[in-house]
C-alpha cells in the first residue's frame, strides 16, 4: 500500500523545537519530492515547502512565514523525510500533513497524489 | 489571504452541475498549471485534478477542470450527497513555491 504516515507532533512552548517524520512505504521514496502542508484548525491549506530528490540535491525551497525557522531534510535510506521546527510561534499551531509529488524535481503539475493523515502540532504556553 | 482566490461557499442540488472558480495573476496561473484537492470532513486532502484538466485513476469524470487566462474552474456535474467537501485550488509562483487558494466549502442542499 503507497502511504505516508507522519509523526512527532505535540504540544510545546512558543519558541521552542519540535521535529516532524514521514515515513513512506510502498513506492520509490528516493524518486519523489517530498513537501510539507499545514492546515490550522478551521482554516485553509498553507504550503510550508519541499526537499527535491538526490539528482537534483535535495533542493528546498520554504514558505516565507517559516522561511529561517523551520528546515526539510530527508534520509533516503530510511524512507523518511523530517520537519524540523524552530522558533515555534502560536500561529504555526496546526495539524502537518507530508505529502508527494512522484518526480524529483520541478513537477508541480504532477500534483500531490499521496498525503499522510497528518500530525497536530499546538504551540502554547 | 491566499495568492489564489476562491469563492469561500458555493452549493447545488442532487444532480446538479457546478462549478468552482480560481483567479489569480500572470505569475502562477497564467504561466503554470492549476491543481485541485478534495478534502472531506476531518480528512486529509486528495488530488482531485492534476495539470488543468487530468484526473487521477479513480477520480469520476463527474469531476472536470479548466484553465483561461490567469483562472481555473473545477466543475461537479451530477452532484452528489457525497461531494460535500472543501475544494482547493493550488499552483506555484515564478519562484517555483506552492500556493493554495483559500478553499470553496462546497454544501449539497
Known amino acids: 500500500e503507497v502511504q505516508l504516515v507522519e509523526s512527532g507532533g505535540g504540544l510545546v512552548q512558543p519558541g521552542g523545537s519540535l521535529k516532524l517524520s514521514c515515513a513512506a512505504s510502498?513506492?520509490?521514496?528516493?524518486?519523489?519530492?517530498i513537501h510539507w502542508v499545514r492546515q490550522a484548525s478551521g482554516r485553509g491549506l498553507e504550503w510550508v515547502g519541499r526537499?527535491?530528490?538526490?539528482?537534483?540535491?535535495?533542493?528546498?525551497a520554504y514558505a516565507a512565514s517559516v522561511k529561517g525557522r523551520f528546515t526539510i531534510s530527508r534520509d533516503d535510506s530510511m524512507n523518511t523525510a523530517y520537519l524540523q521546527m524552530n522558533s515555534l510561534k502560536t500561529e504555526d499551531t496546526a495539524v502537518y500533513y507530508c505529502?508527494?509529488?512522484?518526480?524529483?524535481?520541478?513537477?508541480?503539475?504532477?500534483?500531490?497524489?499521496?498525503w499522510g493523515q497528518g500530525t497536530t502540532v499546538t504551540v502554547s504556553s | 489571504q491566499s495568492v489564489l482566490t476562491q469563492p469561500p461557499s458555493a452549493s447545488g442540488t442532487p444532480g446538479q452541475r457546478v462549478t468552482i472558480s480560481c483567479f489569480g495573476s500572470?505569475?502562477?496561473?497564467?504561466?503554470?498549471?492549476v491543481n485541485w484537492y478534495q478534502q472531506l470532513p476531518g480528512t486529509a486532502p486528495k488530488l482531485l485534478i492534476y495539470?488543468?484538466?487530468q484526473r487521477p485513476s479513480g477520480v469520476p469524470d463527474r469531476f472536470s477542470g479548466s484553465k483561461s487566462g490567469t483562472s481555473a474552474s473545477l466543475a461537479i456535474s451530477g452532484l452528489q450527497s457525497e461531494d460535500e467537501a472543501d475544494y482547493y485550488c493550488?499552483?506555484?509562483?515564478?519562484?517555483?513555491?506552492?500556493?493554495f487558494g483559500g478553499g470553496t466549502k462546497l454544501t449539497v442542499l
Open positions: 505529502t508527494r509529488i512522484r518526480c524529483g524535481g520541478d513537477c508541480w503539475s504532477y500534483g500531490m497524489d499521496v
Open positions: 510502498g513506492f520509490i521514496f528516493s524518486g519523489s519530492t
Open positions: 526537499v527535491r530528490d538526490k539528482p537534483n540535491n535535495y533542493a528546498t
Open positions: 500572470n505569475s502562477n496561473i497564467g504561466s503554470n498549471s
Open positions: 495539470n488543468n484538466n
Open positions: 493550488a499552483g506555484w509562483d515564478d519562484s517555483l513555491n506552492g500556493l
